[in-house]
Nanobody, 115 residues
Framework: QVQLVESGGGLVQAGGSLKLSCAAS????????MGWFRQAPGKSRNHVAT???????NYGDSVKGRFTISRVNVKNTVYLQMNGLKFEDTGVYYC?????????WGQGTQVTVSS
């Protein structure tokens, strides 16, 4: 079992920045994929960014060039640096982990971007 705790969400004006953190309860050295998804009100949960154990990153089209995902294995933490935030980035951001055949989700952290 992997517990995930997100932090760093909040209210920010359009054009501003936030940095999300997700701390895992286990060592992430061997975790295949870690990442972030978001869910806007009334919409489905969508991929934002993921990073593999080898450091390969993948971003959703809407955040490319603005968001950066990173992981610090010794801290068992994955980060999402969000710059140039837009109103449409508003939503609940969920941390995600895939380890073997299992998937785990955090409780989510709210990000609200005011226009």
């Amino acid at each position: 079992q992997v517990q995930l705790v997100e932090s760093g969400g909040g209210l920010v004006q359009a054009g501003g920045s936030l940095k999300l953190s997700c701390a895992a309860s286990v060592s992430i050295f061997s975790i295949d994929v870690m990442g972030w998804f978001r869910q806007a009100p009334g919409k489905s949960r969508n991929h934002v960014a993921t990073i593999t154990s080898s450091g390969t990153t993948n971003y959703g089209d809407s955040v490319k060039g603005r968001f950066t995902i990173s992981r610090v294995n010794v801290k068992n933490t994955v980060y999402l640096q969000m710059n140039g935030l837009k109103f449409e980035d508003t939503g609940v951001y969920y941390c995600y982990v895939a380890r073997g055949l299992s998937q785990y989700w955090g409780q989510g952290t709210q990000v609200t971007v005011s226009s």
